[in-house]
């Protein structure tokens, strides 16, 4: 996890919408956040974020789960993150 | 100006060393820098700051000076460029 990938991963509209719904709510199942972007996409941008250390992906029965590694994220570059947000509100 | 591309412009370890140097002075002229990267790679690198409106510069003479964009910066996107540089110290 370096801070470079993290903000490449952040730095896409989509990839900052699923950071974005994932540090409201917990765990979050794989089509369920509010992208409109072709599945395909979708599997791109969550291995952008997966690798960069952003985001942890775990499957159980047909459904994959995600998380923000948000305490990781804390501890390695202290408020990184809840800036980044900020700053992406509309 | 966009926290996007604000983002990936901030993704680099030249272009961070760039703001970071900047941040710390105030205006810096080319050639300056604490960077060991070719001329045309540095102008690159320049550039992508330039158009994310990260930096600003200007030519006086043969010497080209860069400024970095804090006030603009914090004014549209709080706190975003000191975590990311307290977040790239070693």
New interface residues.
Partial sequence: MT???V??A????TR?TIVQTLRDNTEQACGTFPVTVAPSTLTHHFRVLREAGVIHQREEGNRRWTTLRYDDLET?????VD??L???RP
Same sequence: chains 1, 2.
Wanted: without cysteine; positive net charge; hydrophobic residues 50%.
């Fill in positions: 801070v470079y990938s903000l490449h952040l730095s896409d509209p900052l390695r570059f202290p408020g990184v800036a980044v900020r700053a992406a």
